[in-house]
Nanobody, 123 residues
Framework: VQLQASGGGLVQAGGSLRLSCAASGRTYSSWRMGWFRQAPGKEREFVAGISRSGSMTSYADSVKGRFTIFRDNAKNTVDLQMNSLKPEDTAVYYC?????????????????WGKGTLVTVSS
């Protein structure tokens, strides 16, 4: 399993970015997918997650109403649309795959991680 995230960059507060994660693997549609982030000096935290079919999503309270997670099982991708960005959203963002069917969105429950992509929101 390989995950490749892209789409990070520098944006002003109030702006938008869309992150994308491409996954390798024949059984992609059987994995839950999530986005996590890690700000300098802080622990990695959950941002958004999506079920195998895409019918169910989950968000951290800090991003609800601003971020939306999507997946395309035909293309093996999961995207994170980020709107109304705030300086506190600045972090390295990681996509992750839950292959072994964890019941939570804890980082410890994710099985594979992509290299992060840096999002910087200026005030």
């Amino acid at each position: 399993v390989q995950l490749q995230a892209s789409g990070g960059g520098l944006v002003q507060a109030g702006g938008s970015l869309r992150l994308s994660c491409a996954a390798s693997g024949r059984t992609y549609s059987s994995w839950r997918m999530g986005w996590f982030r890690q700000a300098p000096g802080k622990e990695r935290e959950f941002v958004a997650g999506i079920s195998r079919s895409g019918s169910m999503t989950s968000y951290a309270d800090s991003v609800k109403g601003r971020f939306t997670i999507f997946r395309d099982n035909a293309k093996n991708t999961v995207d994170l649309q980020m709107n109304s960005l705030k300086p506190e959203d600045t972090a390295v963002y990681y996509c992750a795959a839950d292959v072994l069917s964890s019941s939570t969105w804890n980082a410890d429950g994710m099985d594979y991680w992509g290299k992060g992509t840096l999002v910087t929101v200026s005030s």
